[in-house]
Structures are given as C-alpha cells and as structure tokens.
C-alpha cells in the first residue's frame, strides 16, 4: 500500500517580521520564523518538528531553535476546504525542556496563503497570532476527501 498518513503535516515555511512574545519579558521582540516539520499520527516516534526564531529588533539577543524531542498527538480537522493540524507534545531550547502546542492550516489555492495558526512553547515563546507563509509551505496529510 505504500507509507500513507491518516493524519500529519509537512511544512517547509517562513514568516517574516512577526511579532512575538518571550516568557518574562514585556512587549513583543520582532522577528523571522522558520517552521519545519514532518509529522504523522502513525509514526510519532520518527516525526520531526522545528521552530527556528532570528531576532531582528534586537539582533541575536532573542534569538532560538526549538527541536521537538517527543510529539504526543496530532489532530486533523477539515474547516470547509482548508485542513487545520494541530501538533503537541515536548522539545528543547538550549537543553532545556518545554511542551509546546503547533497549530498549522493548510488552506486551498484561491486564499494564496497558508497560516500557522499559532506556535507556543509554554514557558517560553508564543508566536502570539497567525503568522501567513507561503501558499503550498504547509502540507495537510488526513483531511482530503477520498
């Protein structure tokens, strides 16, 4: 039958001048967002998932990568044409550990945009809104119709 994903996400995406909030500190620090990830509920053990943050209001004062080390669910639901997959589980910051919840909408070709909906790192970092990428950065596995 070959390797196919009830439920997952690919993404390959970048957003630029967000702005996002950091656990203890007032205000909102600007920046640039890499999300990478490999996902699906049938391989959780082998999935991957990255978030990469490039300060750019205070270069390299803020800046991070965020690896998960354990996804514990992915969810798919369909909203009309567009797939909303949500990841959670724990990852590391400079070795230290954080659960972490991803929200990514793989949304049809007329909307010219996909969206991660929001990336939290509890603790740590929230993405704080949606931040758009670009259209076919963000691949829903689970929610086409067969």
Known sequence: MGNICPCGVSVDAFSDDNNVRFEGQMGTIEGNLTYLAEVCVTTLATSTLSLDFEDTETPDENNFTFTANEITSVVCNREGQNCVVTVTGTGLVNGMEFPFEAVFRDQVATANVDIVQSFEITGFF??????PVEQGSIVALGCQEL
Not at 126 to 131: E, L, M, R, T, Y
Request: proline fraction near 0%; hydrophobic fraction near 35%; aromatic fraction near 0%.
């Open 126 to 131: 929230d993405q704080s809104g949606a931040a």
